[in-house]
């Protein structure tokens, strides 16, 4: 089958399509014959050997997400039949024709929703249903503030959030990226090029969560802007994995500090949320309280292009790779 391979810890140029065996299914897993697969900000750390615990990456198969067609299912699969369509998450392997997957690891594609928009999914949808409705905890009626409300992440929680009735401030880059985030929902759009997130946001009275994939020195400001008994999610740290704030402020306030990453979770821990996701999200999903959001979709081949593509932070939503049938 046709992979895409890091060959070595690098740029995108490390990416190589290569003759790879096919994959055959263990007893608790299925092979999916993948029509697209979502590109995503871990891959990137994969790629350069920055992702923690991942060890020697040459070889790989990045990929943490597709959508496909079952086309194999292992002796102990029971929900799975070929010929179903579905959605899975993986820990790595989704850029190429075949993945084999664990089964309790797989979706039924959304009502309404093409292979392509449904492999924008599963990396995206559970990491923001862990981190802000689990770890996070945001409420109805509560506000969360969103980091980076253009990419990927930032337009699923968006729509997320607001259709499970919280208000959603967001930042983002470019006026075109705070006019996509505020018709997805976000009450408050603002630009950091040109404003300061916690003077706008101080003036409204705060935030209950922060979900945020920055660091450095947002961190004290989203601290800051918390209001009593607030939180503050962890999912990336793209300007710096430490910073300074004040303890004491955060015990007279009752702050909570803390994050998650997905991919080093065990398989139970994935079983057990894609359960929830499939009864929290999907119904959203197939009402439409939800929508894709791809900014592109590229062939399997332009894997390279992909990466530079979501490196450059110009894109709104999701980049797809699309495997040819």
């Not at 995108?12 to 290569?18: A, F, I, K, N, S």
């Not at 369509?85 to 309404?112: F, K, M, N």
Request: aromatic share 4%; net charge neutral.
């Amino acid at each position: 089958m046709n992979a895409i391979v890091i060959t070595q810890p690098g740029g995108p140029e490390v990416l190589e399509l290569r003759q790879l065996p096919q994959p055959a299914p263990a007893p608790h897993e299925v092979l999916i014959k993948v029509a697209a697969a979502g590109v995503n900000r871990p891959d990137v750390l994969l790629r350069q050997g920055k992702y923690r615990g991942s060890g020697d990456v040459s070889g790989l198969v990045p990929g943490l997400e597709v959508a496909g067609t079952v086309a194999q299912c292992g002796a102990a699969v029971t929900r799975w039949q070929p010929g179903d369509a579905v959605c899975a998450l993986l820990a790595q392997g989704g850029y190429a024709e075949y993945a084999a997957v664990d089964a309790r690891h797989c979706l039924p594609l959304p009502t309404g929703w093409t292979p392509t928009q449904a492999a924008s999914l599963p990396e995206t949808v559970f990491t923001v249903w862990h981190n802000v409705f689990e770890r996070g905890q945001l409420q109805r009626g509560e506000t969360l503030l969103v980091h980076g409300g253009g990419s990927g992440i930032g337009v699923t929680a968006v729509q997320l959030a607001r259709a499970l009735g919280s208000r959603v401030a967001a930042t983002a880059g470019s006026a075109e990226k705070c006019a996509a985030v505020r018709a997805l929902g976000a009450e408050w759009a603002i630009n950091y090029k040109e404003e300061d997130f916690e003077e706008v946001l101080a003036e409204v009275g705060g935030v209950d969560v922060v979900l945020d994939m920055i660091g450095g020195d947002y961190t004290p400001k989203n601290l800051r802007l918390l209001r009593d008994d607030g939180r503050l999610v962890f999912i990336n740290a793209m300007q710096g994995s430490t910073a300074a704030f004040n303890a004491l402020e955060v015990m007279a306030r009752r702050l909570t500090i803390t994050g998650s990453t997905l991919r080093p979770r065990s398989a139970e821990f994935k079983a057990a949320l894609t359960t929830e996701v499939e009864r929290h999200v999907w119904p959203l999903l197939a009402a439409g309280s939800v929508r894709p959001i791809i900014h592109a979709t590229l062939p399997l081949t332009q894997a390279a292009d992909a990466h530079r593509l979501l490196e450059s932070s110009a894109h709104i939503g999701k980049i797809v790779l699309t495997v040819p049938g």
